[in-house]
């Protein structure tokens, strides 16, 4: 069966798929949405965020936006090549149009577009505000919009719903591949039904807003590495998005953009089936992994700052878990429930050897450990939770940089922690128009890329970004794409 009936065909219903098809039907399209989840899971990664912003107010985003995201620009660019990077686009040389990079001109673009995209959602009756974090203290400003990602995707879902004559979305319906024509533009996407019936959409606009590639095991074995067979996504939205996306764009030439080889990571307690459930108290106890080993520094700056450091040496330990271990002054950090969203209690234990035996770690190995670190805790005064309060280990390697206190007084607990994959990085290269770029530094005409589709972080992620990268990305999409279902050719 084929469709020819849309003037935009937007694959996936997240945040930036719903910003894309709504802005399209603004600007005068019909448009089809097509969605892998049933109607009653849709919204992928969306659905189950708490969809912080980094804003310091409604109209600006923080302070440290620019500068983390060229602070987080990972390896080691070619000066020769990136210093073009100040001029126009159309004045760049192809050689630069085509690398994979933190694009300043799309960093700046996303910072002055998300006041008005958080505008924007606010038209559809859903307030922001700066909501309580599960962070005891941070390094930068966050908005969220009230009743998370849920309420993004209830309240755009339900704008779409209302209006069948201008929205017709195909659910349990994959993406799989795209169609060009003769010259080399988009024509079409095709796609999957339950019981294997194959649909083609026929159409000169297609966006891509289906997500990342962290549920799909194969291609992150071979971009991560043999390590990732101990993460999972961090939510249940995660595992439909299985790469489609960005293997449909990079098979029609687009240029790749984003670090493929790496993800923004959050430890969790594996044993929960809560939305997640991080761990992350841990910088005031310390990490031992399986062999009862310590193999980091648990407190080398602000929590929020360093988590996705240390969830990712979680990932790289012999069977990718770790144990936070605490004692009882872990009560005299007022409010450290909030940092644990995980609803499993921790095992308990009233000695050491007892607690080593309960997590199943090497005791000889543990007690070894807990004995270097206590004793390497040779200051006691100063101790303060809420920032870093330079109260390190003494001739420790690893050492502990802040909040070491020794680990001495019954009764003892201890958090299962493995490496969770919130999102990958790697993606496809797009323009300030979201316009996919091909690997000759052109864009591929009526072709698309919206939120984790669209690569824009190396090694580390710039916090509480991902969610504002979907709707300016879709906003930006869908408004060009609208306009371009009238453009000749
Ligand atoms: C628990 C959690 C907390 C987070 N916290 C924050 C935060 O505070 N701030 C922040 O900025 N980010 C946060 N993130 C990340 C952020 O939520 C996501 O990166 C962002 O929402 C992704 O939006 P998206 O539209 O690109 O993808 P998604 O919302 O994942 O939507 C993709 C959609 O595409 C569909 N799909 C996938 N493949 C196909 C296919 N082949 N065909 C058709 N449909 C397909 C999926 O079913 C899904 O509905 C968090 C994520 C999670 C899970």
New binding site residues.
């Given amino acids: 069966m084929d469709r020819d009936d849309f003037d935009v065909i937007v694959?996936?219903?997240?945040?930036?798929?719903?910003s894309a098809a709504i802005t399209a039907q603004e600007n005068g399209a019909r448009v089809a949405i097509?969605?892998?989840?049933p109607k009653d899971?849709?919204?992928?990664?969306?659905?189950?965020?708490?969809?912080?912003?980094?804003m310091k107010s409604e109209d600006a985003v923080s302070e440290d936006f620019e500068d983390r995201f060229a602070a987080n620009a990972g390896g080691w660019p070619d000066p020769g090549i990136v210093r073009d990077a100040v001029r126009d686009r159309e004045d760049q040389p192809a050689v630069l149009r085509a690398l994979g990079m933190v694009d300043p001109n799309l960093i700046a673009t996303i910072a002055d577009e998300a006041p008005k995209a958080l505008k924007w959602l606010k038209g559809f009756g859903i307030k922001f505000d700066f909501l309580p974090l599960y962070f005891l203290s941070q390094s930068t400003t966050?908005m969220?919009p009230i009743g998370g990602?849920l309420a993004l995707i209830e309240a755009l879902g339900a704008y779409v719903d209302a209006r069948p004559e201008d929205f017709e979305v195909f659910y349990e319906?994959?993406?799989?591949d795209l169609i060009l024509d003769d010259d080399g533009a988009i024509a079409g996407v095709n796609?999957v039904r339950r019981a294997n019936k194959q649909i083609a959409f026929r159409g000169r606009n297609v966006i891509l807003?289906?997500?990342?590639y962290q549920g799909n095991q194969e291609m992150l074995s071979r971009y991560v590495g043999p390590q990732a067979q101990f993460i999972r996504?961090?939510?249940r939205?995660?595992h439909?998005?299985?790469?489609?996306?960005v293997r449909m764009a990079l098979s029609v030439g687009a240029a790749p953009c984003g670090d493929f080889s790496s993800f923004?990571a959050q430890p969790v307690d594996p044993r929960s089936t809560d939305?997640?459930p991080v761990v992350l108290n841990y910088s005031y106890g310390i990490l031992v992994n399986d062999a009862g080993q310590r193999f980091t520094d648990e407190a080398p700056g602000m929590v929020d700052a360093t988590y996705e450091e240390v969830a990712r040496l979680i990932m790289a330990q012999p069977h990718g878990i770790a144990f936070a271990v605490f004692d009882s002054k872990l009560d005299e950090v007022e409010n450290w429930p909030v940092t644990v969203r995980s609803r499993v209690p921790p095992i308990q234990a009233e000695s050491l050897s007892e607690l080593a035996n309960a997590m199943d770690v090497d005791a000889r190995n543990f007690l070894a450990t807990m004995d270097a670190y206590n004793r390497a805790c040779t200051a006691s005064d100063g101790f303060d939770p809420l920032q870093t309060d330079g109260l390190s280990t003494t001739g420790l390697a690893p050492r502990k940089s802040h909040w070491a206190r020794p680990i001495s007084q019954g009764p003892f607990r201890a958090w299962p922690m493995i490496c969770s994959n919130?999102?990958t990085f790697g993606g496809v290269k797009i323009d300030e128009r979201a316009r996919v770029i091909n690997a000759e530094g052109d864009t591929i005409p009526g072709l698309y890329a919206?939120?984790?589709?669209a690569g824009i972080y190396y090694r580390v992620y710039t916090?509480?970004?991902?969610?504002?990268?979907?709707a300016v990305t879709?906003r930006l999409a869908g408004g060009d794409a609208a306009l371009r279902r009238n453009a000749p050719g």
Avoid: D
């Fill in positions: 694959v996936g219903c997240g945040i930036a798929g719903l097509l969605e892998r989840a899971e849709r919204g992928g990664n969306t659905r189950y965020t708490e969809s912080f912003w980094r966050r969220g990602g319906t994959g993406a799989r796609a807003a289906s997500g990342g996504p961090v939510s939205g995660g439909y998005n299985r790469g489609e996306g923004h939305v997640e919130c999102f919206a939120g984790e589709v916090g509480a970004t991902s969610v504002m990268r979907g879709g």
